[in-house]
């Protein structure tokens, strides 16, 4: 397996409003060049996560690396490299798209015209980038915001939910414009979404959030390999319980998140995992299967009973 580089880290990342957590202990890792899916049903925490993540808010735990640099200590460095695009772009609408662009690169300075039609070509508004922002469709804004994200020519954005909104066409276009992203530009892709199958068809690798816990996070197609089960589970001593569950025929991959791994399991049945564990004098404190991991994120975004 090819190791690459590093280029978002959260470390025990968590915001507290009042007396709850919107996002509690987060620990994200995306690698360049990946498209980095954020799925999780309303209010799990996605966008306060992603707030942090571009500094807008301070987190109340934890922190936020971006290319190996402490986001909160080297801002305007990091920041130069990010381009981001949080719920809907304000946009002058009685200015061109255009206009609207060479607006935001003037507070930012040198950003020419070439790059400006760049960009607008690559969001396919080129055609249309002299008409007012009054004439354009939801989509073609939502768009604009992507090519407002784009100007600096960023490795690495970060969009929050592009594609609400949208109809089937223009979810159709953000997300064939989000691959050409990746495969022309090399660009890495953060976009979140409440919708497991706009992640699966353009994201490479996924991380689930669900009441501010990210429950899961690995590659799009091993976590939805279908008739897998994950199960969560908590048991000391830890090493321990690693060296065990890595002798165990029927387990397919161990994935720590703090101190609770996540233990992909063939079609067996769990209780048969925690027999064994505890054949091995494993103390176990959680152990909770999640099925297939599409049949327990529409358990949990249908709101019917969590497994939890
Ligand atoms: N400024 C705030 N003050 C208090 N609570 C907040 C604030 N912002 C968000 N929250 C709460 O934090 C939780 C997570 O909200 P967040 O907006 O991050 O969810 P989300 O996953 O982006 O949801 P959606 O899919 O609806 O956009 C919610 O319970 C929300 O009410
Ligand atoms: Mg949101």
């Known amino acids: 397996m090819m190791s690459s580089e590093i280029v978002l880290q959260t470390f025990n990342l968590g915001k507290k409003y009042r007396h709850r957590w919107a996002v509690r202990e987060a620990n994200l890792l995306v690698h360049r060049g990946e498209i980095f899916g954020f799925l999780g049903p309303n209010g799990a925490g996605k966008s306060t996560t992603i707030r942090m993540l571009l500094t807008l808010i301070r987190p109340t735990t934890g922190r936020v690396e971006f290319f190996q640099k402490n986001v909160l200590m080297h801002r305007a460095d990091v920041l130069s490299r990010l381009g981001g695009l949080v719920e809907r772009a304000d946009f ?15 507070l930012g300075g040198n950003i020419s015209k070439k ?8 969001v396919g508004l080129a055609k249309r980038a002299d008409d007012r922002v009054k004439t354009y469709s939801h989509g073609m804004k939502q768009r604009l915001g992507i090519a407002q994200a784009l100007l600096r020519q960023p490795e690495f954005i ?7 909104g949208l109809d089937p066409q223009g979810i159709k276009e953000v997300r064939e414009l989000i691959g050409r992203l990746s495969a022309e530009r090399g660009i890495t892709v953060f976009l979140s979404s409440h919708l497991l199958s706009e992640i699966e068809q353009v994201a490479t690798n996924m991380a689930v959030i669900h009441r501010g816990e990210i429950i899961v ?28 569950l890595a002798r165990l025929s029927f387990v397919k991959r161990v994935v720590a998140q703090g101190d609770e791994l996540q233990v992909t399991i063939g079609n067996t049945d769990s209780s048969l995992l925690s027999s064994m564990l505890m054949k091995s004098g494993i103390e176990i404190a959680t152990i909770t299967p999640l099925r297939s991991l599409e049949q327990y994120f529409l358990s949990i975004t249908e709101g019917a009973s969590d497994v939890d």
Do not use: F, W
């Open 92 to 106: 002058y609408l009685y200015l061109s798209g255009r206009r609207n662009l060479e607006s935001i690169a003037a």
């Open 115 to 122: 790059e400006i039609d760049e960009v607008l070509h690559l």
């Open 158 to 164: 970060v969009l929050d939910e592009p594609t609400t």
């Open 217 to 244: 996070q690995g590659k799009v197609g091993e976590l939805l390999n279908d008739g897998d089960t994950v199960v969560r589970l908590i048991a000391r001593p830890m090493d321990y319980t690693k060296r065990v």
